[in-house]
Structure formats: structure tokens, C-alpha cells
């Protein structure tokens, strides 16, 4: 199939291509895709620990126990890959970053994060992207604990920016002197990632198939 029938193909209803609600240059799913390197890690619950270290006032770590005591937050969001596929509606329910930091009463000392995930995966991102309403800690996706193949027992959810940087199996947040790369921004895909601003690469445009994304696995 050449490239103008896979378009045509995609489904993009008319409303939410002119209304700007689909970013340009993705397909809308109503499946969910799975996408990650490496294996799907097994835990040990009580072993299990999030960090927050680095350039912080205090280094703190955190249990499973921690985290849901908490306040929780449900969100329901769009969200976008860079592999072009979207799905809109999603409903989370974790902490939000920013009453993490308020309840462990840590105060950053730079405004730059690595996110670290199971297995050595990492993002970078800006300080001022974590701290929005609905930047969660998700531990639920629908109202049921998340499959382990999308990130139990947590995972990040930043729906403003491409999806790399929702980082499942999340394990830690390290404040950085410098915004430096992660996994991904290493491997020539953009330092911040606005879908809406098509941040895909950080230099010469990556071969990324339209259709790549409807051979992987759903659920
Ligand atoms: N730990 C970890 N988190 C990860 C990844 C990964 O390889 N490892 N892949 C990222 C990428 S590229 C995408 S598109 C999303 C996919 O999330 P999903 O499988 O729930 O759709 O997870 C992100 N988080
Ligand atoms: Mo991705």
C-alpha cells in the first residue's frame, strides 16, 4: 500500500482534525497499543521503591504504600505517540507530580528531571512540564489496575507531550544540573516532544513508517 492509502485509511474524524484536538501527522486508535523496549519487569512489592534524588533539598524514598496514600487524582486525557498513533479519553488514577513533591516536602534544586523506569529506560524532562493538573503517577487506567504490559504497578502520564515520555515501571525522579538525554532523546528524537509542535526529532527526520505502530500488540 503506498503512503497517500495508508493516509486516506487512517481514521480521523473530520471534527476532531478541525478542531485541532488530533496533533498533525497522527492517526487515531481506539485500541491501545503496547509499546516498549526490553521485558516487562516482575516485582517484589516490598522491595519495590520510588526514588526522587539529585539536586534536591532532601532525597526521599518511597513505597507502593507511600504513593497510594496519597491524594488521588483521576484524568481523563489525550494522548500521542510519536510513532503518530492517539487515543483519546484515556482515564488514569494516580498522584499528581506536583502533590508528590508537596507531600514528601521536597524543593527542587534545578528544573530538570530524569525519569527512570524499569528496565535502565530514561526521559528527560523540564521541571515546569511535571508540574501540571494532570501530570500523574498512575497506578490505574479505567478504573482497574494497570495491565503490567502499560506500566504496573506506576507509571507516568504526561499527556501534553509524545508518549515516550510517560514512562511505565517508573522507579525514580533525578534532578539534573543540566537537561541532558534520556533513552529515546539519545537515539535523535527531541529533547521536549510537544506533539502539537510536532517536536518529534532533534535533527534530521527519522524514517517512522505511518502504520509501524498497527503491528505491535494492544490491549
Ligand atoms: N520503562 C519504559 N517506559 C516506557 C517505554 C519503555 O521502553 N520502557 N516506552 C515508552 C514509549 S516509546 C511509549 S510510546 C509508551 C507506550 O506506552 P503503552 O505501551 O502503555 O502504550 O511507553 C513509554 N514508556
Ligand atoms: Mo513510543
Not at 10 to 25: E, F, I, S, T
Not at 144 to 166: A, M, N, Q
Not at 184 to 195: I, T
Not at 207 to 219: G, L, S
Request: hydrophobic share 35%.
Amino acid at each position: 500500500m503506498n503512503k497517500a492509502e495508508r493516509i486516506k485509511r487512517m481514521k480521523v474524524p473530520a471534527a476532531d482534525a478541525a478542531n485541532g484536538r488530533l496533533p498533525q501527522g497522527q492517526a487515531l486508535t481506539e485500541r491501545f497499543p503496547i509499546l516498549h523496549e526490553g521485558e516487562v519487569p516482575a516485582y517484589d512489592m516490598d522491595q519495590w521503591t520510588l526514588r526522587v534524588f539529585g539536586e534536591v533539598s532532601k532525597e526521599v524514598t518511597l513505597s507502593y504504600q507511600d504513593i497510594l496514600a496519597m491524594p488521588q487524582t483521576d484524568v481523563t486525557v489525550d494522548i500521542h505517540c510519536v510513532t503518530r498513533w492517539s487515543r483519546f479519553d484515556n482515564t488514569f488514577t494516580g498522584v499528581r507530580f506536583r502533590d508528590v513533591l508537596e507531600a514528601i516536602g521536597v524543593e527542587p534544586h534545578s528544573g530538570y528531571v530524569m525519569l527512570h523506569g524499569d528496565y535502565d529506560y530514561t526521559s528527560n524532562i523540564e521541571l515546569a512540564d511535571l508540574m501540571g493538573d494532570d501530570v500523574l503517577l498512575a497506578h490505574s487506567f479505567e478504573g482497574k489496575p494497570l495491565t503490567d504490559k502499560h506500566g504496573w504497578p506506576l507509571r507516568l502520564v504526561v499527556p501534553h507531550l509524545y508518549f515516550w515520555k510517560s514512562v511505565k515501571w517508573l522507579r525514580g525522579f533525578e534532578f539534573m544540573k543540566e537537561n541532558s538525554p534520556g533513552f529515546w532523546e539519545q537515539n535523535g528524537f527531541h529533547l521536549r516532544g510537544d506533539p502539537f509542535k510536532e517536536e518529534r526529532f532533534s535533527g534530521e527526520d527519522l524514517p517512522i513508517p505511518e502504520d509501524e505502530w498497527e503491528k505491535k500488540e494492544f490491549d
